[in-house]
């Protein structure tokens, strides 16, 4: 089944504690990229990728870091979570790394940060 | 930057009635798209629109594209429970590769 899979899905830690929210996609898209969703401003993103070794910064990136060293993985690492980064967090893929195609969202991820 | 803006917030409908749902937008795009995500869950995509469109259908669904008022709406016709969920705007901006921009969505409830 054509899916992106996150983990874990639901997430509480402590400021300051560094931690890595796992994205996997198994449709041999190009682009994979991470957003945030918090209540009454919709979905932001914090970092795409293109490609392989091809990652840049969404328009929420401060906090955040993340790598791409395999086609179908993505992950999103906190270095000294806040609590400011609590939220639900979305990762998701598409095709082609071209603007015209639909976007393939995982299940998300709560994180709370205390 | 918010570039979608979605139009009502909150609707809430009888079953069989039609659900219309506004997105309006500030820059030229190069396709606008409408996703659903049910409760905390996963977005889905539901259908594109690319900028030299003006209307588009998929089963029950009917999106309009105005790029002269940057704006679309999204028809659902027939209404049932299975429909209650979040809608949201996503514009891919022209000359922004990969770039999805989102609405804050509309919540639609559908009630038996």
């Known amino acids: 089944e054509a899916q992106v899979t996150q983990n874990p899905r639901y997430l509480i830690t402590v400021t300051g504690k560094k931690l890595t929210v796992t994205c996997s996609q198994n449709?041999?898209?190009?682009?994979m990229s991470w957003y945030r969703q918090d209540p009454g401003l919709g979905l932001r993103q914090i970092y795409y990728s293109m490609n392989v070794e091809v990652t840049d910064k969404g328009d929420v990136p401060e906090g955040y870091k993340v790598s791409r060293k395999e086609k179908r993985n993505f992950p999103l690492i906190l270095e000294s979570p806040s609590p400011n980064q609590t939220s639900l967090y979305f990762c998701?893929?598409?095709?082609?790394?071209?603007?015209?195609?639909?976007?393939?969202f995982g299940p998300g991820t709560r994180l709370t940060v205390t | 930057s918010q570039q979608g803006e979605e139009d009502p917030q909150a609707l809430s409908i009888q079953e069989g009635e039609n659900a219309t749902m506004n997105c309006s937008y500030k820059t030229s795009i190069n396709n606008l798209q409408w996703y659903r995500q049910n409760s905390g869950r996963g977005l889905v995509h539901l259908i594109l629109i690319r900028s030299n469109e003006r209307e588009k259908h998929s089963g029950r669904l009917r999106v309009t594209l105005d790029t002269s008022k940057k704006s679309s709406s999204l028809l659902i016709t027939a209404s049932r429970a299975a429909d209650t969920a979040s809608y949201f705007c996503?514009?891919?901006?022209?000359?922004?590769?990969?770039?999805?921009?989102f609405g804050a969505g509309t919540r639609l409830a559908v009630h038996p």
């Open positions: 449709m041999n898209h190009e682009y």
């Open positions: 996503a514009t891919a901006p022209a000359g922004g590769y990969n770039k999805l921009i």
């Open positions: 998701a893929s598409s095709f082609l790394a071209g603007r015209s195609y639909e976007q393939y």
